[in-house]
């Protein structure tokens, strides 16, 4: 499987504070982020009867 990367911008604060969360947690980052974008394909793919849609908008996710 070919991997790729999303890179985002976020303020240098929070950046700090999640990853003192993901070490209090004792997760890392990047697996956290990943099962969240997981999260979202698989609902949305519930959601839509299996339906791929190439759009997705904004949910409350937590």
Known sequence: MHRSQINIRISK???ETFYAY???EN???SVLIRS???E???SDKEENNNFESKCFF????I
Do not use: A, H
């Not at 904004?58 to 996710?61: D, E, F, G, S």
């Open 58 to 61: 904004l949910r409350k996710i």
């Open 22 to 24: 993901c070490e209090k």
């Open 13 to 15: 604060d929070l950046k």
């Open 40 to 42: 979202v394909v698989q």
């Open 27 to 29: 997760l890392q980052p």
């Open 36 to 38: 969240w974008i997981e």
